[in-house]
């Protein structure tokens, strides 16, 4: 959902100075692979495990709203805790 999301909100303000989407970078392309995979798959995860999506994505706008307010407000502490945080359970993943 979140490549998905990121794809269309970069396409919507590249339509507004057509420069993003040409600026865009590996990283960009690796992060958003997901969203060329199939639509019809993704439509019917979604509707078969709607709760669960949706408590998802409730839980990430959660995040997502916290971190905007730090970067709002100015919070260079906030900030670095939770790019920390984040940085600590990706290290825990394995590769």
């Known amino acids: 959902m979140v490549a998905y999301t990121l ?14 989407i040409a600026l865009s970078a590996g990283g960009f392309r690796d992060f958003t692979r997901i969203a060329e995979s199939d639509a019809v798959m993704w439509r019917d995860i ?10 998802a994505i409730d839980c990430f706008q959660q995040v997502l709203d916290r971190l905007k307010q730090h970067i709002k407000n100015g919070n260079a502490q906030g900030l670095q805790k939770k790019f920390e945080a984040a940085r600590c359970v990706k290290q825990k993943l394995v590769d």
């Open 7 to 20: 794809v269309n909100a970069v396409a919507e303000l590249d339509a507004q100075d057509n420069k993003l």
């Open 46 to 55: 979604c509707l078969s495990n709607n709760k669960h999506i949706v408590d």
